[in-house]
């Protein structure tokens, strides 16, 4: 007989993972900003988060660890995300609950709209 995965189970789990990861992101990011010497109280007040995810990753390439620090910040958006997706597929695989399949579809929909087109 096939193992049942809870949602609970799972989403505590892409939740803790998804908090280590960006707290390991953020922390290699400051280190390599103090590191190079980067990073000042008045470029972390006046900087503002890049949206641009092409810039981002060249900014990363390029050693810079403020980028470093807002992909963690990145990883933490997405963590929450993630947990709802895979409710949604857990909810249509495991439970067959066709109703909270579809609901928490639109919860997602709506959060990622929200995120890539709203500002």
């Known amino acids: 007989m096939k193992k049942k995965i809870a949602i609970q189970d799972a989403a505590s789990w892409i939740l803790r993972v998804g908090v280590i990861t960006s707290i390991l992101i953020m922390t290699l990011g400051l280190l390599i900003s103090f590191f190079h010497g980067h990073l000042t ?50 909810f249509a695989l495991e439970e067959h609950d066709w109703m909270y399949t579809v609901i928490t579809f639109v919860v997602l929909v709506l959060t990622l709209t929200a995120f890539f087109f709203l500002k």
């Not at 109280?41 to 050693?63: A, C, D, S, T, V």
């Open 41 to 90: 109280l008045f470029r972390i007040e006046n900087r503002k988060f890049n949206e641009n995810p092409h810039l981002l990753f060249k900014q990363i390439w390029r050693g810079e660890g403020f980028a470093v620090i807002e992909l963690g910040i990145l990883f933490l958006i997405f963590t929450p995300i993630l947990r709802v997706a895979a409710s949604v597929v857990l």
